[in-house]
C-alpha cells in the first residue's frame, strides 16, 4: 500500500501534563503520533517537546494546530479555563474538531458541555479514565466514554492509542462521566474501608505485614486494600491519588445523587474520613494516609536509606 492509500491520522494535543496527561501524551507519541502539548508549567511542556513533541504556549495557540484535543486537567473548573478563557481553546479549534474530556465531572455538567460545544462547531467525548499514571504511560488504561459517532469517527483511534479498554456507553455526553462517578464511589469507599480495616487489625495488636499476608488473600481482601496498604506497610505517603482527590470525587459523587434525591450512607461516610484527613494537614498526601485519623496506631515507618 502507498501512502495515499494510508489514512491520515489526526493531529493531537494533550492539555494538562500531570501523572496522567504526561503518560497519555507518551503513550500517543509511541503510537506513531505528532503530538503537541500545553501545561500551565511551561518547563514540563518543554521537556516533552525534548522528547520528541511540540509544545505550546497557551490551549488556543494549541488548538488551533490540532483536529483532536484531549483535556486531562483536575476538575470542571479547570476545563472551563482550558476551553473558555482568553485564549481558551473552544474559539481556536477548527469547525468539526474533537475535544476529548478526562476528567472527573457532573456528569450533568458534562451533558451541558457538549451541547456548548455543538454550538460552535465543535465535537465532543466524554472520556474520563481510569487506571493511575503507570498504566496512562503504558497505553494501558480504562476509559469510559460517550459521545457522538461522529466524534468517534475522529478520535477513535486516539483513544485507543491511550488505553486498553474503551468502553462506549452511549450517543451523548453524560453516561460516561456517570459510570466514572459510580467508579470513584466504590474506590474511595474501598479506601476507607480498607484503611478501617487495617488500622483496627494493628490496634488489636497483630503485626501490619502478617495482617496484610492474610487479607491479601482472604476473601476480604479488594484491589484497593492491597494496592494502598501496601503503601502503609511501607510507611510511604507520597501522593500517587492523594486524599484531597477524594475529598473532591465523593463530593461530587454526594453532589451528583443529591437531585435524585438518592442516599449514599457509605458513599457519605468515606468522604468524611477524607475531609477529617485532609482537615488534619493530610490533605496533599496518599489517599492511603487516610488511615491516619484513627487514633492510638502504631502505623510502620519508612526504611532507612
Same mark, same amino acid.
Given at each position: 500500500m502507498n501512502d495515499q492509500d494510508e489514512p491520515t491520522r489526526p493531529r493531537v494535543g494533550v492539555v494538562g501534563l500531570g501523572a496522567m496527561g504526561l503518560g497519555m501524551a507518551r503513550s500517543l507519541r509511541t503510537g506513531g503520533y505528532d503530538v503537541a502539548v500545553h501545561d500551565l508549567r511551561a518547563e514540563v511542556a518543554a521537556d516533552f517537546a525534548r522528547e520528541g513533541g511540540t509544545a505550546y504556549g497557551s490551549p488556543g495557540e494549541l488548538a488551533s494546530a490540532v483536529d483532536v484535543l484531549v483535556g486531562v486537567v483536575v476538575n470542571a473548573a479547570q476545563v472551563e479555563a482550558v476551553l473558555f478563557d482568553e485564549d481558551g481553546a473552544a474559539g481556536r479549534l477548527r469547525s468539526g474538531a474533537v475535544f476529548v474530556m478526562c476528567s472527573t465531572v457532573d456528569p450533568a455538567w458534562s451533558a451541558a458541555l457538549e451541547q %456548548?460545544?455543538?454550538?460552535?462547531?465543535?465535537?465532543?467525548?466524554?472520556?474520563?479514565?481510569?487506571?493511575? #499514571?503507570? %498504566?496512562?504511560?503504558?497505553?494501558?488504561?480504562?476509559?469510559?466514554?460517550?459521545?457522538?459517532a461522529a466524534a468517534y469517527a475522529l478520535a477513535g483511534p486516539v483513544l485507543d492509542a491511550m488505553s486498553a479498554t474503551v468502553y462506549r456507553l452511549g450517543g451523548s455526553a453524560g453516561l460516561g462521566s456517570q459510570v466514572k462517578v459510580v467508579n470513584q464511589l466504590l474506590a474511595g469507599v474501598h479506601i476507607a474501608a480498607a484503611a478501617e480495616a487495617m488500622a483496627l487489625g494493628i490496634r488489636a495488636g497483630v503485626p501490619a505485614e502478617a495482617l496484610y499476608e492474610v487479607i491479601t488473600h482472604s476473601a476480604g481482601n479488594s484491589w484497593m486494600f492491597e494496592n494502598r496498604m501496601a503503601h502503609v506497610l511501607a510507611g510511604d505517603y507520597t501522593p500517587l491519588s492523594a486524599v484531597d482527590i477524594f475529598v473532591k470525587d465523593l463530593g461530587l459523587v454526594l453532589d451528583s445523587a443529591?437531585?435524585? %434525591? +438518592?442516599?449514599?450512607?457509605? #458513599?457519605?461516610?468515606?468522604?468524611?474520613? +477524607?475531609?477529617?484527613?485532609?482537615?488534619?494537614?493530610?490533605?496533599?498526601?496518599?489517599?492511603?494516609?487516610?488511615?491516619?485519623? +484513627?487514633?492510638?496506631?502504631?502505623?510502620?515507618?519508612?526504611?532507612?536509606?
Open positions: %456548548r460545544l455543538t454550538e460552535q462547531g465543535l465535537l465532543y467525548l466524554d472520556a474520563p479514565v481510569s487506571g493511575g #499514571a503507570a %498504566r496512562a504511560a503504558a497505553g494501558e488504561l480504562t476509559m469510559m466514554t460517550s459521545g457522538s443529591r437531585p435524585q %434525591r +438518592f442516599p449514599l450512607p457509605l #458513599a457519605s461516610t468515606a468522604h468524611q474520613m +477524607f475531609l477529617q484527613a485532609s482537615a488534619s494537614g493530610l490533605g496533599a498526601e496518599d489517599d492511603s494516609a487516610v488511615i491516619k485519623i +484513627f487514633p492510638g496506631i502504631d502505623l510502620p515507618k519508612p526504611a532507612e536509606a
